[in-house]
C-alpha cells in the first residue's frame, strides 16, 4: 500500500510557514485581484481611449453632459418612439445598478470601463472567498481567482460590449459563497448578502445570466440540503432534529432569493410580462419555437476549444473569419485555461471521499450538456418544463457555470499537492497521464490536419454537407471546410502551447508531489502560465479606441439631420442601407433593432416590405423621407435635397402620423389585413382596417375627413393631447404601435383603443369637436416599484440590525 509522501520536519521551513501566513491575510488577495485587474486595463486606466465593443456602439461621447442633466436622465421613461413605439416602462433598470454613480461624472463608454474593471475584481475576489469556504488552501484559492478572473470565458465578452454578462459573472462567487456559509452556519448576514448579490445581478442588467445563476444557486441549495450538512449542529434545539433544521435552512434560502427577487421586481418582472405578451418573444415562443431557443448553442467543436481555444476559430479584429463551427459567427471564447482542466482532472480522484467534488463535476456536465442545446435532450427538456425557457435562446450563455465549476475543482487539485494529499502511486500516475497528454497535443501541433480529419469522419461528419458561403472576399468564397482547413496552422500553434503548458504543468506536479518544489516557486509557475494562456485569448478580444478620433453623434451627418428637422410635423425616415450604416441620430427612423421589439412593426421589417417597388408599406409606417449614399430610381419618390454625399428623397404617399379615417372595414386574421394592406387599391386613409367593431357607422359619404391639432406629446411620459374636429363619425388612427398600456379618453370620458391598419392605434369618434387625450399607465411597473423599494428598505433594516446585535454580542 502506497503511503502518502509528507514533508520532514526539515523541509518544512520557516519561508514556507510564514508565505502561506502571509497569503492568508485579509489585505492579500484584495491588492493580488487589484494588481491583476489593473495588470489587464492598464491601457484602459492609463490612457484617454475607451473600449470598444460591437453592442455598445461608437458614440464616444455620449455621457459628456453636465451633471444635473445626466441625473435627469436616471428616471425611467414611460414610452419610446423607437421602432415604431416601444414600452420603456418595461426596459431593462440599467440606471438602478449601484455603480451608475459613476456614469454621472463621466462618458457612457468610460463608465463601461469601470464595469469591466469592477467585474474582473470582483471575479477574482469572489472566487477567492468562495474556494477558501470550501476549506481549501489560500495559495489554491489564489489561483482559482486568477483562473477565474482572466479566463476568456468570462473576458472576451469585451469585444461585444457585453458589460452586463461580465458582471453576473463576476458576482455569481459571491452567490455561491454566501449560500454555501449560509447553509452551513445558518446565519442571516449570509442570506442577506445573497439577496441582496441577487438583486444586484438583476440590475446588473442581464436577465438571462442572472437566471441562470439562480439555477446553480438552487442545485446547491439541494446538494446541501441533501448531502452536505454538517456532522454537528450548533443550534440549540435544531440538532436533535434534521428536520427541523432542513426547515429552517429552506426558510432561510427560499427567504434570500425571495428578497433578492423583491429588490429586483422593477428589474424583471415588466420585463418577463413584455417577452411573455407583446414583443416578438412572445411570437416566436409560439411559432419558431424550439428552433428559436437552440439558437446561438455551443457545439462539440466549441466543447473541444476547452482544449485548443484555436480549434474551431474565432472573429476577432486581429483574426477575422478564422471560425468555422455551426453558428453564424464567433466573437466570444468559451475557454477556461489549461490549468483548471489539469488540475480538476487531479480532483476527481477524491470524488468519492469528498461529495462537493462529485456535485462541481455534476454542475460541470449539467451546464455543458444544456449549453449544448439540441446536441443533447437536456435542454429541450427544459424548454418544455422551466418557466421562460421557451423565451431565451443562446444557451450557450450558461458557460460561465461550467467555468466557474471547473475552477472549483482546479482548487480542489491544487490543494492536494500544497497539503501534501498525494500518494507516490498517483504522482506517478499523474507524470504517466500527464506525458500521454502532452504528447497527444504535440501530434496535434505537428499535425492538425489529423485531428480536423478525425473530427470529420467521427464528429461532424456532414461537415461537407454545410455549403453555404459564410465569408466572401472580392475573388474568393469560402465555405466551413475550407475555412476549417485554412485555420489548420493556428490549430497546431495552439495544440504546441498546450502541450507546452501540460508539460510543464506535469512536471512541476510531479516535483511539487515529491516535496521538491518550494510552495512560492509552485504558485509562480501555476499563475506565470495563468497568464500566458489566457492571455494569448484575452488579448484578441480587447480593441482600445481614442473616442477623441470619433466625431460626436450632432456631427454624424450634422447637415442632413439638420435639413431634416426643418420639418416640424412628426414623420419617420428610412436610412439605406440600413439604421447602423446611415446614421441619423435625433431622427426617428424606420429601420433599427431591439431584442424585446413589438411583434408585429418587427413582423414589418423582417419582411422585404419595406424595399419592395410597392410603396404600400413605406407609406403606412408614415415614412416621409429617404435618405440613401446613392441615387434612387424610385418613380415613386422626388428628390428634394443632397448633404454630404447623401441623397434626400421626399415620399409624397406617406401616410399622416395622426389621421381620421371615415370607412372602416373589420378583418381579424393578420396575414389578411397585411395583404389587403399591400393591395395598391387599399387606401388606409380613407377606409382604416381593424380588428374588432369600433362602435361606430362607417361615414360612407364623407366629402371632408376632418382637422386634427397636436396640443401635446411627451411620448417620455406617455402623454399625447389632441384636438379634432369630425365632419361625421370617424376612426382616430396614431401611428404609433398599439399597446394595451395605453388608454384614452374623449372629452373626458374613457374610450377603448383599438388595434388599426395592422400596427397602429385608433380610438372610435362621433361627429364634432373633441379633445382626445392617450395617457400610458404600466401598472406592472407601479407594483414592482413598491416592491422593490420594499425590498430595499427590508434588507438595509436587516442588516442594520445584524450588525447592531453583533456589535452588543462583542460588548457583552
Not at 174 to 192: C, P, S, V
Not at 230 to 252: E, M, V
Amino acid at each position: 500500500m502506497s503511503k502518502r509522501r509528507r514533508r520532514s520536519p526539515s523541509t518544512q521551513t520557516k519561508s514556507a510557514f510564514d508565505f502561506t501566513r502571509f497569503l492568508s491575510r485579509p489585505w492579500v488577495p484584495i491588492v493580488f485581484f487589484a494588481l491583476l485587474t489593473a495588470g489587464y486595463f492598464y491601457h484602459l486606466l492609463i490612457t484617454g481611449d475607451v473600449i470598444l465593443g460591437t453592442d455598445t456602439g461608437t458614440e464616444f461621447h455620449s455621457g459628456n453632459e453636465p451633471f444635473t442633466e445626466a441625473l435627469s436622465k436616471l428616471p425611467p421613461k414611460n414610452w419610446s418612439r423607437y421602432m415604431g413605439g416601444m414600452p420603456a416602462s418595461s426596459a431593462l433598470r440599467s440606471q438602478y445598478y449601484p455603480l451608475v454613480i459613476i456614469d454621472l461624472f463621466t462618458s457612457e463608454h468610460r463608465y463601461f470601463g469601470w464595469r469591466y474593471i469592477f467585474a474582473m475584481f470582483t471575479a477574482g475576489y469572489f472566487m477567492y472567498l468562495c474556494t477558501r469556504s470550501f476549506g481549501l488552501h489560500p495559495l489554491a484559492a489564489l489561483i482559482a481567482g486568477a483562473a477565474y478572473a482572466s479566463a476568456p470565458a468570462f473576458l472576451t465578452f469585451s469585444q461585444a460590449g457585453h458589460y452586463a454578462k461580465m458582471t453576473v459573472i463576476g458576482l455569481f462567487p459571491l452567490m455561491y459563497w454566501a449560500l454555501n456559509r449560509g447553509m452551513d452556519t445558518r446565519r442571516i448576514i449570509y442570506f442577506l448578502i445573497l439577496g441582496g448579490t441577487v438583486g444586484i445581478a438583476i440590475y446588473s442588467p442581464h436577465l438571462q445570466m442572472a437566471y441562470f445563476a439562480l439555477w446553480a444557486l438552487g442545485l446547491l441549495f439541494l446538494y446541501k440540503l441533501l448531502w452536505g450538512l454538517p456532522r454537528s449542529d450548533s443550534i440549540r434545539g435544531l440538532s436533535r432534529n434534521g428536520t427541523k433544521t432542513a426547515l429552517y435552512q429552506t426558510l432561510l434560502s427560499a427567504g434570500a432569493i425571495c428578497l433578492g427577487l423583491a429588490i429586483g421586481a422593477e428589474g424583471v418582472i415588466p420585463q418577463y410580462w413584455n417577452a411573455q405578451t407583446s414583443s416578438k418573444r412572445a411570437a416566436t415562443a409560439q411559432e419558431d419555437g424550439y428552433e428559436f431557443a437552440s439558437s446561438w448553442s455551443l457545439h462539440p467543436e466549441e466543447i473541444f476549444a476547452l482544449v485548443i481555444p484555436e480549434f474551431v476559430g474565432f472573429d476577432t479584429n486581429t483574426t477575422t473569419h478564422k471560425y468555422w463551427g455551426r453558428n453564424a459567427f464567433k466573437i466570444n471564447s468559451e475557454y477556461v485555461g489549461i490549468v483548471p482542466l489539469f488540475f480538476a482532472i487531479l480532483a476527481l480522484s477524491r470524488i468519492r471521499k469528498k461529495n462537493h467534488i462529485a456535485f462541481l463535476l455534476g454542475l460541470f456536465i449539467l451546464a455543458v450538456a444544456y449549453a449544448l442545446g439540441p446536441h443533447t435532450p437536456l435542454h429541450k427538456l427544459l424548454f418544455h418544463i422551466v418557466p421562460g425557457v421557451n423565451v431565451l435562446r443562446a444557451p450557450g450563455m450558461i458557460a460561465f457555470l461550467f467555468a466557474f465549476a471547473l475552477c472549483a475543482l482546479g482548487a480542489y487539485g491544487l490543494h492536494r499537492l500544497i497539503t501534501d494529499d498525494i500518494t507516490s502511486e498517483a504522482a506517478k500516475k499523474l507524470g504517466i497521464a500527464g506525458g500521454i497528454c502532452t504528447a497527444i497535443l504535440l501530434l496535434f501541433a505537428f499535425v492538425p490536419s489529423a485531428l480536423l480529419s478525425l473530427w470529420q469522419n467521427t464528429v461532424w461528419t456532414d461537415i461537407s454537407a454545410w455549403q453555404e458561403i459564410i465569408f466572401r472576399t472580392r475573388d474568393t468564397s469560402f465555405t466551413r471546410l475550407q475555412i476549417a482547413q485554412n485555420n489548420l496552422p493556428l490549430a497546431g500553434q495552439g495544440a504546441l502551447l498546450a502541450a507546452l503548458f501540460v508539460g510543464i504543468l506535469t512536471v512541476i506536479s510531479y516535483l511539487r508531489a515529491q516535496n521538491k518544489l518550494k510552495i512560492h516557486t509552485f504558485f509562480l509557475i501555476i499563475l506565470i502560465v495563468i497568464l500566458i494562456d489566457t492571455w494569448r485569448i484575452d488579448k484578441l478580444f480587447l480593441n482600445y479606441v481614442n473616442p477623441n478620433r470619433v466625431p460626436p453623434s450632432e456631427r454624424v451627418n450634422a447637415d442632413a439631420v439638420a435639413f431634416l428637422k426643418r420639418d416640424n410635423s412628426l414623420f419617420r425616415v428610412l436610412a439605406l442601407p440600413d439604421h447602423n450604416q446611415m446614421p441619423l441620430p435625433g431622427i426617428d427612423l424606420v429601420t433599427g433593432f431591439h431584442d424585446f421589439a413589438i411583434r408585429r412593426y418587427d413582423n414589418i421589417l423582417k419582411s422585404d416590405a419595406l424595399y419592395n417597388p410597392n410603396p404600400a408599406i413605406r407609406n403606412l409606417l408614415n415614412t416621409r423621407y429617404i435618405v440613401a449614399p446613392s441615387e434612387l430610381g424610385d418613380p415613386y419618390l422626388q428628390k428634394i435635397a443632397g448633404r454630404q454625399g447623401l441623397h434626400i428623397y421626399r415620399n409624397p404617399g406617406a401616410l399622416p402620423w395622426f389621421y381620421l379615417a371615415p370607412q372602416y372595414e373589420i378583418i381579424p386574421d393578420e396575414n389578411q389585413i397585411l395583404q389587403k394592406l399591400t393591395d395598391p387599391n387599399t387606401n388606409p386613409v380613407q377606409t382604416v382596417i381593424v380588428e374588432e367593431n369600433p362602435g361606430i357607422t362607417p361615414d360612407s359619404n364623407a366629402s371632408e375627413t376632418g382637422g386634427i391639432e397636436r396640443l401635446e406629446y411627451n411620448e417620455h411620459q406617455g402623454h399625447l393631447k389632441l384636438s379634432t374636429t369630425a365632419p361625421g363619425p370617424r376612426i382616430l388612427v396614431i401611428s404609433q404601435n398599439h399597446h394595451p398600456n395605453w388608454t384614452a379618453t374623449v372629452n373626458g370620458e374613457s374610450k377603448p383603443l383599438i388595434r388599426a391598419n395592422y400596427l397602429w392605434t385608433a380610438v372610435a369618434l362621433e361627429p364634432g369637436e373633441h379633445i382626445v387625450e392617450l395617457t400610458y399607465r404600466d401598472p406592472i411597473v407601479a407594483i414592482t416599484r413598491w416592491i422593490t423599494l420594499g425590498g430595499v428598505i427590508i434588507i438595509l433594516s436587516a442588516i442594520a440590525l445584524c450588525i447592531y446585535n453583533e456589535k452588543t454580542h462583542n460588548t457583552n
